[in-house]
């Protein structure tokens, strides 16, 4: 890899640090290309992204970012797993790490907080986002609904009285 390609490398995975809301380094000791590509796809599904960079590169990367302790980290084959979502990183990198033995969480960092490999496997077992707004909406709509089922059944049960006091009556006439 020529210094222009290094350069270009480094300032894209800059760049998508900066955005991301959680880092998560991983060291993988043996996987095949099969295997990185299931975790690269999985991690893409996910909302999340893997980079498999040398570690020289990837601290360059880091500096300027909240993340740049994490440079620490980067040793033997890592790799770094990030997302914007909080959670979909480390949820896929532990589900991952758990499928295949030769995957294993060495740390993280969330925005600027600084994880260990358990406080990474606590974190991948939290809802994402979008399931606590959907939770919370459940719970919003929920009252609405019961209130609607409220003021709905004494209409009902005074119109099934008047039928029954029609039907009543036209079985008297006949």
Same mark, same amino acid.
């Given at each position: 890899?020529?210094?222009?390609?290094?350069?270009?490398?480094?300032?894209?995975?800059?760049?998508?640090?900066?955005?991301?809301?959680?880092?998560?380094?991983?060291?993988?000791?043996?996987?095949?290309?099969?295997?990185?590509?299931?975790?690269?796809?999985?991690?893409?599904?996910?909302?999340?992204?893997?980079?498999?960079?040398?570690?020289?590169?990837?601290?360059?990367?880091?500096?300027?970012?909240?993340?740049?302790?994490?440079?620490?980290?980067?040793?033997?084959?890592?790799?770094?797993?990030?997302?914007?979502?909080?959670?979909?990183?480390?949820?896929?990198?532990?589900?991952?790490?758990?499928?295949?033995?030769?995957?294993?969480?060495?740390?993280?960092?969330?925005?600027?907080?600084?994880?260990?490999?358990?406080?990474?496997?606590?974190?991948?077992?939290?809802?994402? +986002?979008?399931?606590?707004? *959907?939770?919370? =909406?459940? $719970? @919003?709509? %929920?009252? &609405?609904? #019961?209130?609607?089922?409220? +003021?709905?059944?004494?209409? *009902?049960?005074? =119109?099934? $009285? @008047?039928? %029954?006091? &029609?039907? #009543?009556?036209?079985?008297?006439?006949?």
């Amino acid at each position: 890899m020529d210094r222009g390609a290094k350069e270009a490398l480094v300032t894209a995975l800059n760049r998508s640090l900066v955005e991301a809301g959680l880092v998560v380094v991983t060291r993988q000791r043996g996987m095949t290309v099969a295997e990185t590509t299931r975790l690269r796809r999985q991690m893409r599904d996910g909302g999340a992204s893997f980079k498999v960079a040398k570690n020289r590169l990837a601290r360059l990367a880091l500096k300027g970012t909240r993340y740049e302790a994490l440079g620490e980290q980067l040793t033997g084959p890592t790799g770094l797993a990030f997302s914007s979502d909080p959670v979909a990183a480390a949820r896929v990198a532990v589900k991952f790490s758990k499928e295949n033995d030769k995957l294993s969480i060495v740390a993280g960092a969330m925005a600027g907080q600084m994880l260990d490999a358990a406080g990474v496997k606590a974190l991948a077992e939290l809802p994402s +986002l979008d399931q606590l707004r *959907g939770k919370i =909406a459940g $719970v @919003l709509q %929920a009252p &609405a609904a #019961k209130l609607a089922a409220v +003021l709905q059944a004494p209409a *009902g049960q005074l =119109a099934r $009285v @008047l039928k %029954a006091y &029609a039907e #009543k009556g036209q079985s008297q006439a006949a």
